[in-house]
């Protein structure tokens, strides 16, 4: 809904319907890609160079991006596929839990 708002700033005659079709569509012609955000939320990207997927973390709200070559992923990818026949889309890949920094503030070990 935030999008719509900025358009409607340019345009208040905006509709939500033409944002999103607008964003179809631009997504059919590969100019963006979307995922899901921590609260489930989609996200539009302006088509990233290279796949990826996101980290969140559930206490401060810290966000990292998954580089699709990082050897966790690959290994976790590898591992679905080789377990279950599965094919991870990277680009849709989002993992949600506690970043290095609050684990070691809870006391907590990774």
Same mark, same amino acid.
């Given at each position: 809904?935030?999008?719509?708002? &900025? *358009? ?12 999103? &079709? #607008?964003?179809?569509?631009? +997504? ?14 989609e996200e ?6 290279? +796949?990826? @997927?996101?980290?969140? *973390? $559930?206490?401060?709200? @810290? $966000? ?18 080789? $377990? ?9 890949? #989002?993992?949600?839990?506690? *970043?290095?920094? *609050? $684990? ?7």
């Open positions: 809904m935030e999008l719509v708002e &900025r *358009c409607r700033e340019l345009d208040p005659g905006t509709i939500p319907s033409t944002v999103y &079709r #607008t964003l179809d569509v631009l +997504e059919e012609l590969g100019v963006l890609s979307h995922s899901h955000g921590a609260d489930g939320r539009f990207h302006v088509l990233p160079e290279t +796949e990826h @997927g996101h980290l969140y *973390c $559930q206490r401060c709200g @810290g $966000q990292w991006e998954l580089a699709a070559d990082d050897p966790a992923v690959l290994a976790a990818v590898d591992s679905f596929a080789a $377990q279950r026949g599965f094919a991870v889309n990277v680009s849709h890949l #989002t993992m949600i839990g506690r *970043c290095a920094a *609050c $684990q070691a503030e809870a006391g907590e070990t990774g």
